[in-house]
């Protein structure tokens, strides 16, 4: 079986907490397929927060931009754009050093849009993912009450993570999706009609003057958003939290993959499909490991005839 081993990486890992810490080298790898590539660095390239000029999903006041807070210790730059799609071309073609997107949610899973622009992009690398508690509020302009309101901006995850909550207490109200959750804030900001809402972030309602009505909305009170910093640099190879690779072909050759991953002792943390859009039963796996070394990556690219892109080791912040 010849496999085709890929150089660059793609920034599509879905990453779940729980399972696996640090890496550590498996004794069952043999020598020749534990040796990182000199192609690739063993780690990436130190981040100068400072400096750091970060894309991100805006506007103003997103659940993304605290999570490039998180990472870079609110240090360096932060540029909103309206779309992911445009702040992973802005990496892409240098404009930034650094994108921070929302790839999955406890609620509304993972953002199948989102991940389709990372697969579509083999330009980028993972280097780091944040995981943000998530509180989802329900803001309103001043004076505004519940029987005021006919219409809920959000986006479609603060949507599906405070769809109870607006089922029992405002039925009646048109559920409008839109770019992000601090759009929503901000069209019902510059509206000035008290019969919008949004559902957003309490940070939201301090950047757009608008009140908290009613906090914390979510289904579920351990709910979270992982956020991947996506960076040009070539994927690192040193243990980490994390390994990440995609998977390509049909669903026929998926069972071997898993059976290799089993028997490495690598701990599956998610594994998500997305359609290659060529054949029926073909696609692309989104793979994410813990306890997985370079080496027993190596090992499984030779186990399968799908075809694996490797997306680099990174930790979890």
């Known amino acids: ?13 879905v990453l779940l ?10 004794s069952s790898i043999s020598s020749s397929s534990a040796a990182v590539s000199t192609a690739l660095p063993e780690r990436a390239a130190d981040t100068d927060a400072a400096s750091a000029k970060v894309s991100y999903l805006g506007p103003e006041g997103t659940y993304t931009q605290e999570a490039c807070g998180v990472f870079f210790d609110d240090k360096g730059s932060y540029v909103p754009y309206e779309t992911v799609g445009d702040a992973v071309e802005a990496l892409v073609k240098g404009e930034s050093s650094f994108a921070v997107i929302p790839q999955e949610n406890t609620i509304g899973g993972a953002v199948i849009d989102y991940v389709d622009i990372l697969i579509a992009n083999a330009d980028v690398s993972v280097v780091g993912e944040v995981e943000l508690p998530i509180n989802q509020n329900l803001l309103v302009l001043r ?19 405070g769809k109870e909550w607006l089922a029992a207490n405002l039925p009646e109200a048109e559920v409008v999706e839109v770019s992000s959750t601090a759009e929503g804030a901000r069209l ?11 559902i957003a972030s309490a940070a939201c309602a301090k950047v757009y003057g608008l009140d908290v009505y009613a906090a914390a909305i979510q289904n579920n009170d351990s709910n979270k958003t992982r956020f991947y910093v996506l960076s040009r640099q070539e994927p690192a190879t040193a243990g980490a939290d994390r390994t ?9 050759d998926l069972p071997e993959l898993m059976a290799a991953i089993d028997e490495l002792g690598v701990s599956l943390v998610t594994i998500h499909d997305r359609p290659k859009k060529t054949e029926l039963g ?33 930790d979890v912040k």
């Open 1 to 13: 079986m010849i496999k085709r081993y890929m150089m660059t990486a793609l920034a599509a890992a």
């Open 17 to 26: 907490s729980g399972g696996g810490g640090k890496a550590e080298e498996s």
């Open 143 to 161: 004076g505004a009450e519940a029987s005021d309101i006919k219409t809920v901006y959000s986006h479609k995850q603060g949507i599906a993570q």
């Open 188 to 198: 019902v900001s510059e509206s000035g009609d008290i019969s919008c809402a949004a």
């Open 244 to 252: 990440a690779f995609i998977a390509e072909g049909s669903a026929d």
């Open 282 to 314: 073909e696609y692309s796996y989104v793979i994410e490991c813990g306890g997985c070394t370079y080496g027993q990556y190596l090992e499984l690219e030779k186990s399968t005839e799908l075809e694996l892109r490797f997306l680099g080791c990174f």
